[in-house]
């Protein structure tokens, strides 16, 4: 797509940069427009590759590329800006990853909508031996996902992060509502 934009002109014509001789031959200037014109698409990629690397300002088509980066696969049904969301906090995401705090943040981030996790707190230890223990000796986790649109956010998406989020062991219960 950047690579067809019609009159696009390069910044740094290749004529200025030869000896005066072959500025003033209009076979050379013929010859070194093609490349020119070949050349401009490039050059002003490469002008802008800070913002083809930000994903706030990158091309939609780009944005594949830059969650293959972070290790993420994103949905083509997503708007593109819950796209540009998930990879500009993908890092941080995995900095939280296994927390609540982390699952939370990345449910809110994947469907827009607002996350309430309760968990059973199923690890227990006491300096007392007598003491009764805190939590649940069962671990389980509740999720609940409040969006504008239950179809916007299927229950799979999210059943599917959970899953990939919490411990093996732990059973869990989610729901999607708006």
Request: hydrophobic share 50%.
């Amino acid at each position: 797509m950047r690579g067809l934009t019609p009159g696009l002109a390069t910044a740094a014509p290749l004529l200025a940069m030869l000896p005066a001789v072959y500025q003033e031959d209009p076979f050379t200037e013929r010859f070194i427009a093609g490349f020119d014109d070949v050349l401009a698409p490039i050059m002003s990629t490469l002008d802008c590759i800070v913002d083809y690397l930000d994903p706030a300002l990158a091309p939609e088509d780009f944005l594949d590329w830059l969650a293959g980066w972070v290790g993420i696969e994103l949905d083509d049904g997503w708007p593109v800006e819950r796209r540009r969301a998930v990879v500009g906090t993908a890092v941080e995401m995995y900095r939280m990853r296994g927390t609540v705090a982390g699952l939370r943040a990345n449910l809110e981030v994947l469907t827009g909508g607002t996350a309430e996790i309760a968990d059973s707190g199923g690890t227990a230890w006491s300096h007392d031996p007598e003491a009764p223990l805190p939590g649940d000796a069962y671990p389980r986790l509740a999720v609940r996902v409040r969006v504008a649109d239950p179809a916007a956010a299927p229950r799979d998406l999210v059943e599917n992060v959970v899953a990939a989020a919490k411990p093996a062991h732990v059973v869990h219960r989610v729901e999607v509502a708006s």
